[in-house]
Structures are given as structure tokens and as C-alpha cells.
């Protein structure tokens, strides 16, 4: 199965949903400070009120991660089938399928401060950039590299983009109950969609050293720390684009969902319960 088939698409998906109330966020006059836009934009893009937003958030940019949450948690109802983005809550954790890019990434993560999450983790797809680290294979991210411009709006370009230590912490320990390893590093972050074929980017990136890359970790770092929100991110290597018979395919891509999908959300989801069941906080840095 294509992980990238549209859920709206979804026929079991779509009956569930019908009988589910999203709610339309009023038309006001005046929305004069950030806090009122975010309380209200909110609900516009998910359909979703507030209070009804877990304090623990997954986000990921790929419809599976949200069905496969559905199923597992009783078929728990997807909201915001048409909106911008779906989202479902259960146990005290919401996902949410943002999208795909470094701007929708940011506006994601402004909009999430209307509700002050305890913690935030991406679940991200990325590029590996060394010969050694495979399809399939879990990183994750120590630092970013902010090649998408988009944190510029947000921070100097001189500030590190960097996720919670304790967050990170977390899902290494839940990697390891799993019986799995992972590889850490950097993940560069661009806004470019299509570079398979630029050699001199290619090059670039060798220099960078960097382990892999994306669309979104850097944005969703530094728009965490601008934010006050802490953030996190496991990476799971789907393509191998530095090599032309690596690059993405539909087929690869379909391949990549049926083996490792399931097991790295488990893992997002059993790192974000390690944190509520033994009362953890992530939030030690000085926003």
C-alpha cells in the first residue's frame, strides 16, 4: 500500500468520520494578537476544538501514521477530513498529519501553542546521505542544519536548531526496549523538493557531513524553541537519493510502509506514554 493515498480516499475512514462533529471556527472581527489567531486557526485547519487536543503531540506528514493510530486505538475517529490537516486523539496523545514542507511545518507548530503541549515529537521520513545507513533504519537527529530559510523568520540564522535533550533521551530508551538501534547525527533540512539530480548540491551536502535529509526537522526544532514547546523527532530512512537507483520511487515508498512504518510510530507512541506514566517533564531549556 502507498502510504502517500489519500485518507480522504478512505472509505472505513470517511463512514467513521461521519458522525463526527468538527467544529467550524467562528468568523471574528479583530484577531489582533497571536494568541487569538492560533485559538482560532487552530480548529479552522483540523477541525478539532481545543479541548480536545491532548497534551502530547505526534506529528507526522504521511495519512498511514494516522490511520494505523486509528486502528490501535479502538478506531478512535479521524477529524478534519476536509481540512488541511487530519489529526486523532486517544490516551492523551493527538496525531496530526501536517503536510509536507518546512513552511506548513512552522505554521503547525505556531498554531499548537493555542494549547501549550507537554511535549512534541516528529515522526519524520529522510534521505541518507552516508552509504552505510540503510532503508529502514531508524536516526535519530541530535542537531539540524536550517538549509530551508523558513527559521529565519523565527530566529537568527546563528541559533542552533536543536530538540529537547530529555525528549530525545526518551525515545532512545524506547528504541532500545523495542530491540532496535538507531544511528545519530545531523539531518539537513531543505526547502528544495526535487535536487536528486543536482550534482552540485549533492556535493554540498557531502561536505556538510550530514547523516540525512529532510524537510522539516530543522523548522520544527527552532519553531519549538521560539515557541516554548519541546520538540523531538525520529527519523526513519526511507530512500537513499544520493545514489540515482536510491531515489523514491512509488514502489520503494510502498515497500518502506509495509516494513517500518508500524514500528516507528509504535515507538513514538511508547516514548510519548514513558513521559506521561512516570510524570516526566521535557521542558529544561530556558525558552
Not at 505526534?58 to 489529526?87: C, H, R
Not at 534521505?127 to 542537531?143: E, F, Q, Y
Not at 537507483?245 to 514513558?274: A, C, F, M, N
Request: aromatic fraction near 8%; charged fraction near 25%; include cysteine.
Amino acid at each position: 500500500m502507498n502510504e502517500e493515498k489519500g485518507i480522504k480516499k478512505d472509505e472505513q475512514i470517511v463512514n467513521q468520520s461521519k458522525g463526527v462533529e468538527e467544529v467550524q471556527s467562528p468568523v471574528r472581527a479583530g484577531l489582533k494578537t497571536k494568541e487569538a489567531i492560533v485559538a482560532n486557526w487552530l480548529p479552522r485547519y483540523t477541525g478539532r476544538n481545543l479541548e480536545d487536543f491532548g497534551k502530547y503531540i505526534i506529528l507526522t506528514n504521511f495519512s498511514k501514521y494516522i490511520q494505523l493510530f486509528s486502528q490501535w486505538n479502538d478506531d478512535a475517529p479521524v477529524m478534519g477530513l476536509e481540512k488541511p490537516m487530519q489529526s486523532v486523539t486517544a490516551n492523551g496523545i493527538t496525531i496530526i498529519n501536517f503536510g509536507m514542507g518546512s513552511s506548513v511545518a512552522a505554521t503547525v507548530m505556531d498554531l499548537l501553542t493555542a494549547i501549550s503541549p507537554k511535549a512534541v515529537i516528529f515522526l519524520g521520513k529522510c534521505g541518507s546521505l552516508k552509504k552505510r545507513v540503510n532503508v529502514g533504519d531508524l536516526i535519530l537527529p541530535i542537531a539540524a542544519i536550517r538549509g530551508e530559510g523558513t527559521s529565519n523568520d523565527y530566529m537568527p540564522e546563528a541559533v542552533p536548531a536543536l530538540p529537547a535533550f530529555a525528549l530525545q533521551k526518551a525515545i532512545s530508551t524506547t528504541i532500545r526496549d523495542f530491540s532496535r538501534d538507531y544511528w545519530t547525527g545531523t539531518c539537513y533540512t531543505t526547502n528544495r523538493r526535487v535536487w536528486e539530480h543536482d550534482k552540485v548540491f549533492k556535493k554540498y551536502l557531502k561536505e556538510l557531513r550530514a547523516m540525512a535529509v529532510d524537510m522539516e526537522t530543522a523548522t520544527i526544532f527552532v519553531t519549538g524553541f521560539a515557541n516554548k514547546i519541546p520538540t523531538g523527532a525520529l527519523l526513519l530512512v526511507s530512500d537513499q537519493p544520493m545514489i540515482p537507483e536510491g531515489v523514491k520511487t512509488s514502489e520503494s515508498d510502498s515497500k518502506v510502509t509495509e516494513q517500518y512504518v508500524e514500528t516507528h510510530l509504535h515507538i513514538g507512541i511508547e516514548s510519548l506514554k514513558q513521559l506521561i506514566n512516570n510524570g516526566l517533564t521535557v521542558k529544561h531549556l530556558k525558552f
